[in-house]
C-alpha cells in the first residue's frame, strides 16, 4: 500500500505559517504531486464549536472541556480526512495539529508531553514538523496590533508562554523557522527542510 507523507506547519499567529503552508502546496500541485491542504480546527461539528468558543468567549466552558474539544475534532479528522489522504499516498498538508494543543492547552496549566502522547495514540506522527516563529519583538508587535479590551496583558503574555512550550519540543521530524525574513526566503527555507522527503527535486 502507498503511504502519503505528512507536513505540518505550527506557530503562534502571526508567524505567516498559514501563507507559507499555501505557497507550499502551489508548489507541490505545479510539480504534480498529489496533495491536499487540511486546518485544525476543521469546520468540522467540533471544529465550530471551538470557533464559537474562541469569537464569543470561554461562556463556561472549562479548560478541560476545551481540550476535549480539540482531540474530539482532531480525532474525526484523523479518520475522516487525514488516514484517507495518507492511504491514498498523497501529501498532506497541515496548518495545525497536536502540537498546537501541546503549546495552546499547555500554556493553560496541562502537562504538554501529556498531550502530546495522547495524541499520538491515535494521530498518525508527521514526517515533518516546521516550527515558525518570530522574534520576540516582532511577535508582541502582532500580538498588541490585535489586541482587544481589558484582557490584552495576558492574551499577550499567555501566546508568549504558548510560543515558549512550541520552542521546547524537540525530536528527529522537527524544525524551527524563523519567519522574520521575507516570504520568498522563507519559502526557500521551507524547501530545504522538506526537500528530503520528496524524490523530485522541489
Ligand atoms: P487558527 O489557525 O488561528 O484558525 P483560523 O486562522 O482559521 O482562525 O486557529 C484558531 C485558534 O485555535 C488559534 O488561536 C490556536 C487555537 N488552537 C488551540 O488552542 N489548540 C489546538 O489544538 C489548535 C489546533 C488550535
Known amino acids: 500500500m502507498s503511504h502519503g507523507i505528512l507536513i505540518v506547519f505550527e506557530g503562534i499567529d502571526g508567524t505567516g505559517k498559514s501563507t507559507q503552508c499555501k505557497m507550499l502546496a502551489e508548489l507541490l500541485s505545479k510539480k504534480g504531486i498529489a496533495n491536499i491542504s487540511l486546518a485544525e480546527p476543521t469546520r468540522g461539528e467540533w471544529g465550530m464549536k471551538i470557533r464559537r468558543l474562541l469569537t464569543e468567549g470561554r461562556n463556561g466552558v472549562s479548560p478541560e472541556e476545551e481540550l476535549a474539544w480539540f482531540i474530539n ?21 497541515m496548518d495545525r495539529y497536536y502540537f498546537s494543543t501541546a503549546a495552546y492547552q499547555g500554556a493553560l496549566g496541562f502537562d504538554p508531553e501529556k498531550i502530546r502522547k495522547d495524541n499520538e495514540k491515535f494521530a498518525p506522527q508527521p514526517d515533518r514538523v516546521l516550527i515558525f516563529h518570530n522574534s520576540p519583538e516582532k511577535s508582541l508587535e502582532r500580538i498588541e496590533s490585535s489586541r482587544e479590551g481589558k484582557s490584552a496583558f495576558e492574551k499577550q503574555d499567555y501566546l508568549m508562554d504558548v510560543q515558549g512550550i512550541f520552542k521546547s519540543f524537540d525530536g528527529p521530524n522537527i524544525r524551527f523557522i524563523s519567519s522574520d525574513a521575507s516570504l520568498e526566503k522563507v519559502h526557500e527555507q521551507v524547501l530545504r527542510e522538506v526537500q528530503d522527503l520528496f524524490e523530485l527535486k522541489l
Do not use: T
Request: glycine fraction near 4%.
Open 73 to 93: 475534532d482532531r480525532k474525526q479528522d484523523v479518520e475522516l480526512n487525514i488516514n484517507p489522504a495518507l492511504n491514498a499516498g498523497k501529501v498532506v498538508l
